[in-house]
């Protein structure tokens, strides 16, 4: 079994900053992809960022420029950056997966999500 635990939501006010973090714990063989997803109130979750083991990322078209995902593969866990650049519509339950590869396939863990309220 494999627990990913976020931190470092909150509340922030337009064109704050923010880091958010999640770390993997549990029987972990190798983790191939992390990445993070949101879900704002009333709406389906929807992709925000994702990042292989090698490094290569991908962003949904609203966060391109203003966020910036990263890991830290030592010690499986992924973070999501954003500077001076949130606004109200970013307001959500941000939560990270990480997609587990075991000899018998991959498996996806998501993590129990950390509210980001934008609001002044």
């Known amino acids: 079994q494999v627990q990913l635990v976020e931190s470092g939501g909150g509340l922030v006010q337009p064109g704050g900053s923010l880091r958010l973090s999640c770390a993997a714990s549990?029987?972990?063989?190798?983790?191939?992809?992390m990445g993070w997803y949101r879900q704002a109130s009333g709406k389906q979750r929807e992709l925000v960022a994702t990042?292989?083991?090698?490094?290569?990322?991908?962003y949904a078209d609203s966060v391109k420029g203003r966020f910036t995902i990263s890991r830290d593969n030592a010690k499986n866990a992924v973070y999501l950056q954003v500077d001076n650049s949130l606004k109200p519509e970013d307001t959500a339950v941000y939560y990270c997966?990480?997609?587990?590869?075991?000899?018998?396939?991959?498996?996806?863990?998501w993590g129990q999500g950390t509210q980001v309220t934008v609001s002044s």
């Open positions: 549990g029987s972990i063989l190798r983790i191939s992809a």
């Open positions: 997966n990480a997609a587990v590869a075991y000899r018998s396939g991959t498996t996806l863990y």
């Open positions: 990042i292989t083991s090698g490094g290569s990322t991908n």
